[in-house]
């Protein structure tokens, strides 16, 4: 059985690229929307944050493992 993210893989090879890049984008507006002198009081709460950062995270991983399992099939061929 395969990943979401083998699957995406195998159907288009780019989405590992704009997967990484997205986290580029992803962790500076994560971190911009937490400084308080930029949001003043809108600033995300802690239950945001720790969704933000886990999607985050979680991106990061499924991306990791999705690009080292293509890798080591295309290797095997």
Do not use: C
């Amino acid at each position: 059985m395969t990943s979401l993210g083998l699957l995406l893989l195998k159907l288009r090879p780019f989405y590992a690229i704009e997967s990484l890049l997205l986290l580029v984008v992803l962790v500076p507006i994560l971190l911009l929307v937490n400084n308080r002198e930029v949001m003043g009081e809108h600033i995300d709460t802690f239950w945001q944050n720790l969704t933000s950062f886990t999607t985050a995270i979680s991106l990061l991983s499924i991306t990791s493992y999705s690009i080292k399992r293509l890798s080591l099939k295309n290797e095997a061929h």
